[in-house]
Each structure stands twice: as structure tokens, then as C-alpha cells.
């Protein structure tokens, strides 16, 4: 328990550390942050990930509110056994806008920021590991499935003032037909 207590509190240490370079959206609103969500941009860098990039299409989600300040985000993502439904949990922190995330796969924290959105058209959230920082990821979510050049750019050089390599900057092309038609309810 006592190991537990500790790691729980250096993951908010480093945190704090982290969000001290990068600040979430000023006045963060998170109902107004709710509903569906393209992820419409992806940059990561992780060598793991390079063979998947030209695959990677742009999935749909949708991030509930909970009443605690967290959120459940559902994705539906296409890969090579059909259109799969994955749910993640972010869990809230002292600053609006910034989220821990525990990933089950890969046993760590990870944090959520969401960096700039203006609620109806586009988010750009940036993701890393708290122990970790290497493999930073950006992501530009928008409302539709197309957004302006404008906010592509936005999202374009926020990733590389992230050190994220040009060829890691990735607007995958919509998912067909995943999550199946009928779409489900957004908001
Ligand atoms: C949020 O996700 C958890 C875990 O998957 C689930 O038990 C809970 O019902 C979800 N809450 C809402 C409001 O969707």
C-alpha cells in the first residue's frame, strides 16, 4: 500500500512538472469538451508505430463527462480484424484540462492535456508518459470529419515544437463504415 501511496504521489510530482511547459486550454470547459470527437490528426514518433502509419485512419469517439470531473472517452478504431470498440478512462487532476490516463497494456501513467480547442470545431491534445516523455503524442481531434487548413497548421507546428519529426505528422484519411452505419448517437 505504502509503495502504492509513493508512486501515486511522484506521478503527480512529475505532472506538475510536466504541465509547467505545456498549459491546457485556459477556462477549460469539459461539457463543453463532451460528445463526438474525429481524431482527425495523429503524430507519434514511437519506431513501433511507423509501420502502422500508413494504415492509421482517422477514428471516431465520444468523451462523456462524468459527475467526478473524469472522463470516459469510447473509440472505435479500425484494424486488421474489423471496426473494434475501445474504451478509456481519464481520470481528472487539480488543473482543468489536464488528465492521467493508467494503461493496462502498458502498466503505466500516462497524461492527458488538452492543450487548445475552441469546443465545436477542433482539440489539439497532447499525450505522454509521465516516466517517459520520448514518445509524445499529439492529437488534433476535430468535430467533423474534415477540418480547415488553418487548424491542420495549428496542429502541425504545435507537434514539432514538440520535437515530433515531420514524417510522424499524420491526417489519416475518415474510416469507412467503422463505427458501422447506422453512426451511433453523439451527443
Ligand atoms: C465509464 O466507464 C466505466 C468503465 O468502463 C463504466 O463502468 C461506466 O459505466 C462508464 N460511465 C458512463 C457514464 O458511461
Sequence with gaps: MRTT?????????C??????????Q?????QRFAGKWYRVGLAYD???????RSKLKASMGIVTALPNGNVNLTMWELTPAGCVTKMYHYERTTVPGAFTYFSTRSNIVKDITV?????NEYAIVLKHKVF??????VALYGRAQRVSNEIIQ?????ALSRHLSRES???????????????PAGR
Excluded at 505532472?15 to 491546457?24: E, G, I, R, S, W
Excluded at 514511437?46 to 502502422?52: E, L
Excluded at 517517459?132 to 503524442?137: F, L, V
Design 132 to 137: 517517459n516523455r520520448e514518445y509524445t503524442q
Design 15 to 24: 505532472v506538475m512538472m510536466v504541465h509547467a511547459d505545456v498549459k491546457p
Design 115 to 119: 492543450v487548445e480547442t475552441n469546443y
Design 46 to 52: 514511437s519506431p513501433g508505430f511507423v509501420p502502422f
Design 154 to 158: 495549428k496542429y502541425k507546428a504545435f
Design 5 to 13: 501511496a509513493v508512486a501515486v504521489v511522484m506521478a503527480m510530482l
Design 169 to 183: 505528422i499524420l491526417t489519416p484519411p475518415p474510416a469507412d463504415n467503422c463505427p458501422p452505419s447506422p453512426t
Design 26 to 30: 485556459k477556462d477549460f470547459n469539459l
